[in-house]
């Protein structure tokens, strides 16, 4: 059997070294064990160690393989080499700095994600033993709970794109939700205040890029439109 | 569908407050003063051999807090007896970086790692066998010659991901010695730890032998030893009774 490779176009740029930032083109060669987007890619780093992406647990936990794979936001590791068409055009996310090579400036984006205070807040005495919730309560918590911060749907999003240093973008607000969602948490009315402005929540225009992006099949689209349910009844 | 490795048992030995505790003056668990660890890469030895699910979190959650304030209350004290940084405190780290930008026809970092991971699979993995621990010893001894060997092309200063794996290799090759090494001394089955000619026995239940072998692995990098000590059984609260070792039947 002849062996599988695939045929790449990388965007490729060190600052230390590159003048501007040009496309690759390089074929490798894959072992029969190699199965998803990121072993061809550690393959490719085998060969030339200069490739830089960032990646950890390899298993779509992390977040940290985040790229812009044939046009689309996606993590490398759960993208199946099977069936990707090639050549497989591989760019840094859109809309966020390019540090080097695949691997971007998040600052921005964790900004945003901070901004909402992605944490429970309840200044009640702790019970004796935990705050509970009842089963239907935690129901509302899921599909918001499980995002892993990649960061492809905000930076799939043009209102992100446009303004990412006033519009919280779909991974902050679907953790907005997942707070507001929260029986346990107290700070309902400041959590509205805190997105209450023209650019915070109400830059989204249900575009639904994000929920095209999301490798977890999440839906940011909805959290945002119960969040925009809230404030309208919090202000009738 | 292959078996990998989800959590490290074990670690740089630690009390529940987060000091690092090493044997010293027949005590083996003395503080080293102003040295803390807590989370995966410590040792509070909560988990026994067999670390279960959610346990980790005690590790975050619990000892992290822990650690943290004790480190804080500690440092604000001013009571830790700290020597004064040695002048040539940084040469070990920059030793390290000068010996990776000037090696020629080193060893591939993917390739080492590759057979490392591989060797650990084969040689310590879900089942062990005395064979092939004692074939592991040698060759993860051998691959962590050529770990120090190894050479990189990419000698750039922006976010260089390839000098980094070299480092995090190096310090992989050392928990791989580690695990290799404990694990073929250790002649029983304990918790994760389970060896082939160590099955489960009336004598030997899950094939444990208590009285020779209840007792921690510590290993040292230099001259890759191996020492032992007591296993505190013992609740820190007072009024609580210890658990009875006993079979484990799930």
Redesign the interface.
């Known amino acids: 059997m002849s062996k599988r490779s695939v045929h790449f176009k990388i965007y490729r740029y060190d600052p230390d070294r590159d003048e501007k930032p040009y496309m690759q083109d390089i074929t490798i060669e894959l072992e029969p064990s190699d199965k998803k987007l990121l072993d061809a890619l550690m393959r490719l780093k085998g060969k030339d160690d200069t490739m830089s992406f960032r990646r950890s647990c390899r298993e779509g936990i992390c977040g940290s393989d985040a790229m812009n794979i044939n046009g689309k936001n996606g993590l490398a590791c759960l993208t199946a080499l099977d069936g990707l068409e090639q050549p497989v055009v591989l760019r840094p996310l859109p809309g966020l700095p390019v540090i080097r090579d695949l691997i971007v400036d998040m600052t921005q984006f964790f900004k945003q994600y901070h901004s909402i205070k992605p944490y429970l807040v309840n200044d009640n005495p702790p019970p004796e033993r935990e705050r509970l919730q009842s089963p239907e309560d935690r129901e509302e918590l899921n599909g918001l709970y499980e995002c892993i911060l990649c960061a492809c749907c905000s930076t799939s999003c043009p209102s992100f794109w446009w303004n990412p240093d006033k519009f919280v973008g779909p991974a902050g607000l679907l953790a907005a939700y997942r707070f507001l969602a929260d029986t346990r948490d107290e700070a309902t009315n400041e959590r509205l205040d805190n997105l209450e402005d023209p650019y915070r929540l109400f830059r989204c225009h249900s575009i639904m890029n994000c929920v095209d992006a999301c490798p977890k099949g999440l839906n940011p689209t909805r959290a945002i439109g119960k969040i925009k349910d809230m404030m309208v009844a919090r202000a009738v | 569908m292959v078996p990998t490795a989800h959590y490290q048992m074990g670690g740089i030995p630690t009390d529940y407050s987060g000091h690092v505790v090493v044997p010293k003056d027949g005590n083996p668990n003395t503080p080293v003063a102003g040295f803390y660890a807590a989370g995966e890469c410590a040792c509070a030895s909560v988990h026994g051999a067999n670390r279960l699910g959610t346990n980790s979190l005690l590790d975050l959650l619990v000892f992290g807090k822990a650690a943290g304030e004790t480190a804080v209350e500690e440092l604000q004290g001013g009571q830790l007896p700290l020597r004064p940084l040695p002048a040539d405190a940084a040469d070990f780290s920059l030793a390290r970086l000068a010996r990776l930008e000037s090696q020629i026809n080193g060893e ?4 080492v790692g590759q057979d490392m991971r591989r060797s650990m699979q084969k040689h310590a993995g879900v089942f062990r066998f005395d064979a092939l621990l004692k074939e592991g010893v040698s060759k993860i001894k051998e691959i962590a010659e050529r770990a120090g060997r190894t050479q ?3 000698k ?7 000098r980094v ?1 070299a480092l995090e290799l190096d310090n992989l090759i050392e928990v791989a010695k580690a695990t290799m090494v404990s694990a073929e001394a250790r002649k029983e089955s304990r918790g994760a730890h389970v060896r082939d000619d160590a099955p489960d026995t009336a004598e030997f239940p899950n094939g444990r032998n208590d009285t020779v072998w209840l007792k921690h692995t510590l290993w040292y990098s230099e001259g890759n030893r191996l020492d032992y000590k007591p296993v505190n059984l013992n609740p820190l609260n007072e009024g609580t009774e210890p658990i009875a070792l006993a079979k484990r039947t799930y």
């Open positions: 591939s970092v993917f390739e990189i092309g990419d750039s200063k922006v976010w260089n991901t390839a794996e």
